[in-house]
């Protein structure tokens, strides 16, 4: 069946470094993908999202690019703040049932 | 209106009690979800509505129970419900046959003793 992988976690970083979270998936057809973001306390927010291979997602500052040949959707920031200390996951949308799946999350604590 | 809404935002219950998570939408989207998310890990999905009908159970314990009464509410009906089910429930809304993700609400965190 159709499934994410994402690194583990905790990422550990200083505020103002570089972020990469990888993710990978298996999926049958077209699956659109997304990243969502889970602040302490707090339900998912969509970080940004890509329905076709080629596509850049961005938000915030955060990209992701929709990589057909690899199957990832690797999550990029150039310079994290404090603030984005959260978990973050991402997720496929299969093209026939539009049900969610969603990866394994990876927790982000950016340090001052 | 962008806003999934849901109510309580914390519910302490008993193994003996009913309780109901209520979940309110105005975007008008025809699709609704209720997830389950356990600490440290991934949304699991539950239930799924389509124009108000349900499409998807992914084989919940028949203590929970879901409810539509209209294309804005979704209810989740709780009963004699294990420590176990302790978790945070997450209700999500969408357009029907689109690949512009769910929105979320802020979740029920639900603890059972």
């Known amino acids: 069946g159709n499934s994410v992988t994402q690194m583990e976690g905790p990422v550990t970083l200083s505020e103002e470094a570089f972020l990469t979270i990888n993710c990978t998936y298996t999926?049958?057809?077209?699956?659109?993908l997304f990243w969502y973001v889970q602040y302490p306390g707090e339900g998912l927010q969509l970080l940004l999202k890509?329905?076709?291979?080629?596509d850049k997602g961005s938000n915030k500052g955060f990209e992701a690019t929709y990589r057909k040949e690899t199957t990832s959707f690797h999550l990029e920031k150039g310079s994290v703040q404090v603030s984005d200390s959260a978990v973050y996951f991402c997720?496929?949308?299969?093209?026939?049932?539009?049900?969610?799946?969603f990866g394994s999350g990876t927790r982000l604590l950016v340090r001052p | 209106d962008t806003e999934v809404t849901q109510t309580p935002k914390h519910l302490v219950m008993g193994m003996t009690n009913k309780k109901s998570l209520k979940c309110e939408q105005h975007?008008?989207?025809?699709?609704m979800y209720w997830y389950k998310q356990k600490a440290k890990k991934p949304p699991e999905l539950m239930f799924v509505?389509?124009?108000?009908?349900?499409?998807i159970n992914e084989s919940v314990p028949s203590r929970f129970s879901p409810e539509c009464p209209n294309s804005s509410l979704l209810n989740l009906h709780l009963h004699a419900l294990q420590p176990e089910d302790s978790a945070l429930y997450l209700c999500?809304?969408?357009?029907?046959?689109?690949?512009?993700?769910?929105?979320f609400g802020s979740g029920t965190r639900l603890t059972v003793v």
């Open positions: 975007m008008g989207h025809r699709a």
């Open positions: 999500a809304s969408s357009q029907l046959i689109s690949r512009r993700g769910y929105t």
């Open positions: 890509a329905t076709k291979a080629d």
């Open positions: 509505y389509s124009y108000e009908k349900l499409s």
């Open positions: 997720a496929l949308m299969e093209d026939s049932s539009y049900k969610l799946i």
């Open positions: 999926a049958t057809g077209y699956p659109s």
